[in-house]
């Protein structure tokens, strides 16, 4: 695209269930304006766009450029897409189902516009700026209500033939596990996710096990969140400890399983559950991990903490779109 | 490569354990030239490494060509190898250890030399003549005494930093499971291979379960090949068909793991188990594989039987070659 050549600023746009974030970024990827607004997934997607869109030019604006100056967009979507054809196969939290938003914000804009999965789009940008830094082959792993995957090999996201891969919450650890929410059961997710230990923390609150749990939020499950994990392992309630550490052994035999088959240089850990106890759970997944491979693999890759946090999606949307766009 | 750009004829050559198979092809990869010879291990890696280059000039004179025709030559190794370097890290069947095998050929033939895994090779052969022909993302699972992988991703065979990876073999499936060779317990090979089948069988034999197979080779493990299973499940051991059915699934299983992860197109299984039973071994594993993965990932992918049979791996290593060297 030789009209690119000339335009320097790349913009991304990290779109999650309750806030979405657009940011403008110069050719260094130095922020130059940035915008947050809140979803209101339950308006419906027409009316998710219509903010989507706003909130773009809300970031051009604070940038002090014009759309035109833009080389290109990126957009990052909790759900499967068909990057190709710059469609949102689903959304499951916005209740989105092919919804055809290249095109739409293309319309409005008149720049190239990328669609990218949220998840592709935080390994990306760790890839690019962050804990896995050049790394040939970066598997990123993001422990929450779910767990999910995305992995560049060397500089590509990969991708199936449709949509977004590296499922690793959903591959299979425990013969007639628990019930998972895709219907299969055992997956990594219903042992090692962020909602899988909070519920394994309330049975131990609730058996008066888990004292500072039970004294501060109680055995709800909503409330039972990362900070509070690690609070109240600060303040001595061993149980959640060992839950927490029997998770991330857990999520460190699926690493394994992910080094046998890719034989990933750099995996990254990111999401709230990381962020809330980096060393405990970083260390416990990587001593997990080096056990559960072939001798001959325990020296070929290593297990980091995520580094850019919230900004990881935004920046790897808008370099994925400077890496679509200019190739 | 200018100087590639006048010449048309690429040669492969296949190094296994008991036998190599060099052949030579023209630029729509005809064969024009082939040569098969004992590979003769115990005699060392000198020795070897001289059958080879041996083998190797008599396929391009049966081809009516001389070296300086040829554009490149590519050598598939049974084990991991340094494809950037060009060395042999390790072949365990031929007590080699770090043999520089690219520059070793290439200073015999002057010619552009690639060394890349057997498995890969095999893989990268059905995805450009055979089973995968133009899939996005191959996966090659060959069961025979272990269990090979190897993946094709968007025209590149998937490697780690610096060996071949796809160790479908050791993945995990059994905590505590049977010892594998790797020196872990529970690896898909303790269950799935031909090895743990023909362990089963010999047991069932011996018991007095599987007549045919007792009357046929008795319960001597070397003797229970593939053919001697086809065999027995045709006379009517019915123990024999269970016992392939279970490790098929237990494979099927781990190739929705391969799918959760990489989203591959097309899963090609090859190898002497595969050719003696193909549709019995390809239907189990297909079947279980699709009830194992995520409802929205049962239409992605099929699984196949490999169409190319030897010729997979020398057509693989001379096409990686062109490839290597073309681009």
């Known amino acids: 695209m030789s009209t690119v050549e000339n335009m320097k600023y790349w913009v991304g746009l990290d779109l999650?269930?309750?806030?979405?974030?657009?940011?403008?970024?110069?050719?260094?990827?130095?922020?130059?304006?940035?915008?947050?607004?809140?979803?209101?997934?339950?308006?419906?997607?027409d009316s998710v766009t219509n903010r989507m869109i706003r909130t773009l030019r809300d970031a051009i604006e604070e940038a002090k450029l014009t759309p035109e100056q833009v080389a290109g967009i990126g957009i990052g979507i909790p759900g499967p897409v068909d990057q190709a054809k710059g469609i949102v196969l689903e959304a499951v939290n916005l209740s989105w189902e092919n919804v055809p938003l290249?095109?739409?914000?293309?319309?409005?804009?008149?720049?190239?516009?990328?669609?990218?999965?949220?998840?592709?789009?935080?390994?990306?940008g760790e890839y690019r700026f962050g804990a896995a830094k050049s790394a040939r082959t970066a598997l990123g792993i993001f422990p929450g209500t779910g767990i999910g995957g995305g992995c560049v090999y060397d500089g590509q996201i990969i991708r199936g033939k449709r949509n977004s891969c590296m499922e690793i919450g959903h591959i299979s650890i425990m013969p007639d596990g628990q019930l998972c929410g895709c219907g299969l059961r055992g997956c990594l997710e219903t042992e090692a996710s962020r909602l899988a230990i909070s519920a394994e923390v309330?049975?131990?609150?609730?058996?008066?096990?888990?004292?500072?749990?039970?004294?501060?939020?109680?055995?709800?499950?909503?409330?039972?969140?990362?900070?509070?994990?690690?609070?109240?392992?600060?303040?001595?309630?061993?149980?959640?400890?060992?839950?927490?550490?029997?998770?991330?052994?857990?999520?460190?035999?699926?690493?394994?399983?992910?080094?046998h088959l890719l034989c990933p240089d750099v995996i990254v850990l990111g999401g709230g559950l990381?962020?809330?106890?980096?060393?405990?759970?970083?260390?416990?997944?990587?001593?997990?991990?080096?056990?559960?491979?072939?001798?001959?693999?325990?020296?070929?890759f290593k297990v980091v903490a995520a580094k850019l946090g919230d900004d990881a999606g935004v920046l790897g949307c808008a370099a994925w779109a400077e890496k679509t766009f200019s190739d």
Chains 1, 2 share one sequence.
């Open 16 to 45: 999650g269930g309750t806030k979405m974030l657009a940011t403008v970024y110069d050719a260094e990827f130095k922020p130059l304006g940035r915008k947050r607004r809140r979803t209101k997934g339950s308006e419906g997607a």
């Open 102 to 124: 290249a095109k739409l914000v293309r319309s409005e804009f008149d720049r190239p516009v990328v669609v990218l999965n949220d998840v592709d789009a935080g390994v990306y």
């Open 202 to 259: 309330a049975k131990a609150a609730y058996r008066g096990e888990a004292p500072h749990v039970m004294k501060t939020v109680g055995t709800t499950l909503a409330d039972i969140r990362s900070s509070v994990l690690a609070e109240a392992i600060a303040a001595g309630d061993k149980v959640v400890e060992q839950i927490v550490r029997r998770a991330a052994r857990i999520l460190g035999t699926a690493v394994a399983t992910s080094v």
């Open 274 to 300: 990381v962020e809330a106890m980096p060393e405990l759970y970083v260390e416990t997944v990587a001593s997990a991990a080096k056990k559960a491979v072939m001798p001959s693999f325990a020296d070929t």
